[in-house]
C-alpha cells in the first residue's frame, strides 16, 4: 500500500522528476507508517528505477531520461491499479471474443488449457493463465484493445508481482482455474455471451479474495 501510494504521487508530478523528497520522518507521516516500512517501500522503488538515493543526501525522483526509458508506466503500476484495469477489460475481451474469435483462435485456447492442465509448476501455470488472456485479446480482432491489455500482462508479469502470484497459485486454486477456463472456452464455443463475461467475473473477484488475503 506504501508503495502504491508514493507511486501514485510520482505518477502525478507531485514530486518533480529530478528533486528531492521529502525527508523520511516527513514522508512517514504523511502517509501514517513506521520508517522502517517506509524504507522498505523506498528500497522496491529504487529497485523499480523510479528514484535514485544517494548516501547522506536522501531519495530523489529519478530523471525524465531514466523514468521513461528504463521504467515503462508497467513498474510504476501497483496491484489495485492493475486489479481495475483488469476489472474494466477482462469482462469486455469476453464479450468481444465471444462475437469474433475465429475457430483457429479457440483451438489455440484450448491448446492453451491442455497445458495448463499438464503443469504443476506454479510459474509455468501462471503464464498459461497470461497466455490465455492474451489470446483471448487477439479474438476480439481490435488491434487497439489488444495493445492495451498488453501493457496490463507486462504490469502482471513485474517481478515482484510475479513472485507474489506463484506464492498465491496453490494446487487448489490450480485445480479451480482449470476448471473456469474449461468452462470459459465452452461459453466461447457455444458464443454465450453472459456466461463467458460471468466467468471472467468470478474470476477477477477470486483473484481479489486472494489478493486482499496476502495483504
Avoid at 476489472?87 to 475465429?102: D, K, N, Y
Wanted: proline share 4%; net charge neutral.
Amino acid at each position: 500500500m506504501v508503495v502504491d501510494a508514493l507511486s501514485a504521487r510520482l505518477a502525478a508530478g507531485e514530486y518533480p522528476r529530478g528533486s528531492r523528497l521529502p525527508s523520511e520522518r516527513q514522508l512517514a507521516a504523511s502517509l501514517q507508517v513506521a520508517r522502517n516500512t517506509l524504507r522498505e517501500a523506498l528500497d522496491i522503488l529504487e529497485q523499480r528505477g523510479l528514484i535514485t538515493r544517494r548516501a547522506g543526501a536522501g531519495s530523489y525522483v529519478a530523471e525524465p531520461e531514466h523514468w521513461d526509458n528504463a521504467v515503462p508506466v508497467a513498474a510504476a503500476t501497483g496491484p489495485l491499479h492493475l486489479h481495475v484495469m483488469r476489472g474494466i477489460m477482462e469482462p469486455e475481451i469476453a464479450r468481444l471474443a465471444v462475437l469474433h474469435m475465429s475457430s483457429a483462435g479457440i483451438e489455440a485456447l484450448a491448446r492453451i488449457l491442455d497445458e495448463m492442465r499438464a503443469t504443476s509448476d506454479p510459474a509455468q501455470f501462471t503464464r498459461c493463465e497470461e497466455d490465455f488472456q492474451q489470446k483471448l485479446a487477439e479474438g476480439t480482432c481490435n488491434p487497439l484493445l489488444v495493445a492495451c491489455y498488453n501493457l496490463v500482462v507486462k504490469a502482471r508479469r513485474q517481478r515482484h508481482r510475479a513472485a507474489m502470484l506463484r506464492r498465491l497459485t496453490t494446487p487448489e486454486r490450480m485445480a479451480y482455474q482449470r476448471q473456469v477456463h474449461a468452462a470459459l472456452l465452452n461459453a466461447l464455443v457455444g458464443r454465450d455471451i453472459a456466461e463467458a463475461t460471468e466467468l471472467v467475473q468470478q474470476m477477477l473477484i477470486e483473484e481479489q479474495r486472494l489478493l486482499m488475503q496476502e495483504n
